[in-house]
């Protein structure tokens, strides 16, 4: 995907709330935000909108010297969806299509932020999150949500590759895996995280937090950007990406990355802002289960 104009004002939103984040004083603050006011006509509108976030945030490191503004958020992050781990099992239980269930749930944990929220109530959280999942899910669509496709490709891919989003959502990427490992236990997935901090994105100690561990191999993708660039991935994650017989892709930083990729990836994540709405042709707040090449064609033949 390439970047709007309209991404330009949320670089800079970025960049501030970063520096607030780390407790930068105002003057620090101001020299982070001259410095991205600096970078910015010299970026290429090409680019996805994770490239200028990865200059973004090399700005506020290098002005602050803080290495991972976001622990504290990411920490809480963990705790909150490890405390609604048992019940969130207990609800796809309760569905005649396991899959199904932990497909929607794994997109439930893109759609509320944990590091945001200031309340430390676990079952008060839950109720959020499946209250407006339940909502999203309500308004699915073939067109948005390719779960047919989606349920046929994973049943013929032994080789899978899942590309990890935030922390705290790994908890709820767990659930997906566990039930692709149930139905099939020969299936082998690699789980790709962050090679750095960045924002809140998940690293390798957050996926073995959640035991993702014991269910996938799980590797750096070489990227510290909030996307998975592949431009600057390391070469056996290229490998791993060329040859694997899927690919599964969290949130909306690695839709903007790698959508516009000629090889088929599924991207499950919720639309949060209108410009990856009018992107990929859908309204804000719709739960996306779409194939980057199926969707391609769908939307010529729709303007045809």
Partial sequence: ??????????????????????????DVQ??????????IPGFDLNSSPPAMGRTIHKIVK???????????IKEKSNRLALGVYEKLKK????????????VELAIAGNIIDYGVKNSLDVNGELEKILKKEHKAIENEN???????????????????????????????DSILIEEILRRDKDK?????????????????????????????????????????ILSICSKDFLTLFEHADMVISKGQGNFEALSSSKRDIF???????????????CNVGDVL?????????????AQK
């Fill in 1 to 26: 995907m390439k970047t709007y104009l309209e991404c330009i004002p949320c670089f800079f939103k970025q960049a501030l709330e970063a520096s607030k984040i780390c407790g930068a004083e105002v």
């Fill in 30 to 39: 101001k020299e982070i935000l001259d410095d991205v006011a600096r970078a």
């Fill in 62 to 72: 290098k002005h602050t010297g803080i290495e991972d503004p976001y622990e504290d």
């Fill in 91 to 102: 609800k796809l239980d309760n569905h005649e299509d396991r899959l199904r269930s932990a």
């Fill in 142 to 172: 073939d067109t948005f949500f390719n779960y047919d496709i989606f349920f046929k490709t994973l049943s013929r891919s032994k080789h899978i590759l899942y590309l990890a989003d935030n922390a705290g959502e790994t908890v709820f």
């Fill in 188 to 228: 082998e997935i690699v789980y790709a995280v962050k090679e750095e901090p960045i924002i809140n994105d998940a690293l390798i100690e957050d996926a073995f937090l959640c035991g993702i561990d014991k269910m996938a191999k799980v590797i750096s993708s070489g990227s510290d950007a909030p996307g998975t």
């Fill in 267 to 281: 991207f499950l994540f919720m639309a949060k802002c209108h410009v990856i709405a009018e992107d990929v042709g």
């Fill in 289 to 301: 289960l779409i194939c980057n090449t199926i969707n391609k064609r769908l939307s010529q033949y």
